[in-house]
Every structure is written in structure tokens, then in C-alpha cells.
């Protein structure tokens, strides 16, 4: 199985700071990544898909690059709705695979 | 707007069984794959299965902790789909999501497994 991880696995940040999480895949998986946020007690959104494709309706504050094995996900400008935890997932190779999560927390 | 649905969750004893069910809406449900998801409490996201479209033949893929016990289908002429649960263990216990694979989620609805 292809292992997916995320760093870091928790983080602080103000209203208006711009963050960075980072996706790391244990084999190449080109650009077959998406990124979902979670808010507390929510179902997950999906945010992103091929690597930095916005979902529709998805604010241009997040985006996404990589390709091969390291991905970020950018928020700019965080906002208190941006406050949740982040989830990468690899969809080149069966079972899909998720990071553990990143919870992006108000400093 | 798309809409996923999800029911059928409750709670039953190890061992029993369970059918969820996904009605699905706002986007050509018989063009797409899709999946489900489930998330245990407390913890991370977990890819349970996919069913292919027509066109893939409706062919499925599994989770190797699931597999053997859950059994994915879809009805196109009624935009849903459909996860029963057999043998099911304490560890099944979460909350499933139907997803339009890597594009949008249900709200999801909880299993307990428990005696």
C-alpha cells in the first residue's frame, strides 16, 4: 500500500497568517492527490483535486502543487473558518490511502 | 448543487449485518464511480470501496479489512448507492461517507458495532 504523510501532524496559526502542509507519498503517484477539510464535528469537503485542480466554489486563498512524492497544500489569509483539519489522498494505486490529518489550530 | 444522502446506520451486535444506503442528486450519478469512506471516532479517514460505472463494468475494489464482508452496489435508475455490511466487527464502528470519488461527500451516517 502506498503510505501517505502529512507534516505537520498539528499546527498554530493566527486569523490572516498564511500556512503550509506538506504530503509526502511513499512511492510516485504523479499528480493523483487530492486535499479535503474537515471541520469539527463535519463531513469532510473536498478541496482540491490533481495535485492544485480548485474543486468548483473552492476560494483561490487555497492551493495546491506537487507531482511525484511531495505535495503542499497553501492556505493564505487564514480565516476562523479555515480552522479544521486537513486531509491528503492518493488515488493512483488501489486502496486509496489518506495522510493522518492535519489540524490547523488558532494560535 | 450535488447532493449525497446516507442512511441506514445504527447500531448492531457483532456479527450482524447492515445495509447503508446513498441517495445521490445535482450531478449524472450513472457517468461516475464513486466510493465509500468511513472515519472511526476520534480518528482519520479510511477508504473502505469503489463501484465503477457501466462503462467499467461495474466492477468493485475493496479495503483488505473489509473485504469478504462488505459488498458495494449501485441501482443507476434510482441515483444511489448501496454498502451492505456483513460479519461485522467492533472495529467496523464509524461514521461512513458516500463520496463522488476525490469530488464531494455525504454527511455521513454512524454505525456502532456493539453488544
Known amino acids: 500500500d502506498i503510505q501517505m504523510t502529512q507534516s505537520p501532524s498539528s499546527l498554530s496559526a493566527s486569523v490572516g497568517d498564511r500556512v503550509t502542509i506538506t504530503c509526502r507519498a511513499s512511492q510516485d503517484i504523479r499528480d493523483h492527490l487530492a486535499w479535503y477539510q474537515q471541520r469539527a464535528g463535519k463531513a469532510p469537503k473536498s478541496l482540491i483535486y490533481?495535485?492544485?485542480t480548485l474543486q468548483s466554489g473552492v476560494p483561490s486563498k487555497f492551493s495546491g502543487s506537487g507531482s511525484g512524492t511531495d505535495f503542499t497544500l497553501t492556505i493564505s489569509n487564514l480565516q476562523p473558518e479555515d480552522f479544521a483539519t486537513y486531509y491528503c489522498?492518493?488515488?493512483?494505486?488501489?486502496?486509496?490511502?489518506f495522510g493522518q490529518g492535519t489540524k490547523v489550530e488558532i494560535k | 448543487e450535488e447532493q449525497l444522502v446516507e442512511t441506514g446506520g445504527g447500531l448492531v451486535q457483532p456479527g450482524g449485518s447492515l445495509r447503508l444506503s446513498c441517495a445521490t442528486s445535482g450531478f449524472t450519478f450513472s457517468d461516475n464511480y464513486m466510493d465509500w469512506v468511513r472515519q472511526a471516532p476520534g480518528k482519520g479517514l479510511e477508504w473502505v470501496g469503489r463501484i465503477r460505472n457501466k462503462a467499467g463494468s461495474y466492477t468493485t475494489e475493496y479495503a483488505a479489512s473489509v473485504k469478504g464482508r462488505f459488498t458495494i452496489s449501485r441501482d443507476d435508475s434510482k441515483n444511489s448507492l448501496y454498502l451492505q455490511m456483513n460479519s461485522l466487527k467492533t472495529e467496523d464502528t464509524a461514521v461512513y461517507y458516500c463520496t463522488r470519488t476525490e469530488h464531494a461527500w455525504g454527511q455521513g451516517t454512524l454505525v456502532t458495532v456493539s453488544s
Open positions: 490533481a495535485a492544485s
Open positions: 489522498q492518493q488515488y493512483n494505486a488501489f486502496p486509496r490511502t
